[in-house]
């Protein structure tokens, strides 16, 4: 009954690959976010979408496209990667109306 | 350009006694603010939040105090169990529902 799942909870891949990132949510929200942690540990927003529509995009590199099937579902595809891409992604979601995002168990990503 | 800081990244209290973690931030146009715990391979968990029209929350154990004249919130948790040894999230956002992390405060409480 997990409420935000992200798959694959490790990912290490070369530089170069392209890989993706999958989340789902269950709590009938319409709103999902990606969220990158960095080395320094800050969290920084990077998509946003409400009901499958694209609402924020923060300057992120366009190796990266998040796609959303669905409002339960945004996933994160990411083409020639880097060694930069390196840190762990967190899938998150919010209902309308309210403000705190509830977030997924995170994707630690290594690029080698 | 940090909006929201967390100007200590640690701090250590003992078992039962009151662990105060602060967070200032820069931008005037924010008008709520919450607080996450975050564990070790975990996502953030929400924990507590406060609107801009008010001073203060309280949700048992934990009590966010707003100061919005100086710009600065802090997180109270009293008393403090080993169990709340974490890393804690100030966040800020406005009305684009976005949300502006601090860097985080790893708690540790000692037993």
């Known amino acids: 009954d997990t409420a935000v799942s992200q798959t694959p909870k490790y990912l290490v891949t070369q530089m170069g690959n392209d890989k993706s990132i999958k989340c789902e949510q269950n709590?009938?929200?319409?709103?999902m976010y990606w969220y990158k942690q960095d080395s320094k540990k800050f969290l920084k927003i990077m998509f946003s979408y409400n009901n499958k529509e694209l609402i924020i995009n923060e300057t992120v590199p366009n190796r990266f496209s998040p796609k959303s099937p669905d409002k339960a579902h945004l996933n994160l595809h990411i083409n020639s990667l880097e060694l930069g891409d390196s840190a762990v992604y967190f899938c998150a979601s919010r209902d309308r109306g309210n403000t705190e995002a509830f977030f997924g168990q995170g994707t630690r990503l290594t690029v080698v | 350009d940090q909006q929201v800081k967390q100007n200590s990244p640690s701090l250590s209290v003992q078992e039962g006694r009151i662990s105060i973690l602060n967070c200032d931030y820069t931008?005037?146009?924010?008008?709520?603010f919450l607080w996450y715990k975050k564990y070790p391979a975990e996502g953030p968990t929400f924990l507590i939040s406060?609107?801009?029209?008010?001073d203060k929350n309280e949700d048992g154990r934990f009590t966010v105090f707003l100061n919005k004249s100086a710009k600065h919130l802090s997180l109270h948790i009293v008393p403090s169990q080993p169990g709340d040894s974490a890393v804690y999230f100030c966040a800020a956002t406005d009305s684009s529902y976005k949300l502006i992390f601090g860097s985080g405060t790893r708690l540790l409480v000692r037993p």
């Open positions: 931008n005037s146009m924010f008008d709520y």
């Open positions: 406060i609107s801009s029209i008010k």
């Open positions: 709590l009938g929200h319409d709103t």
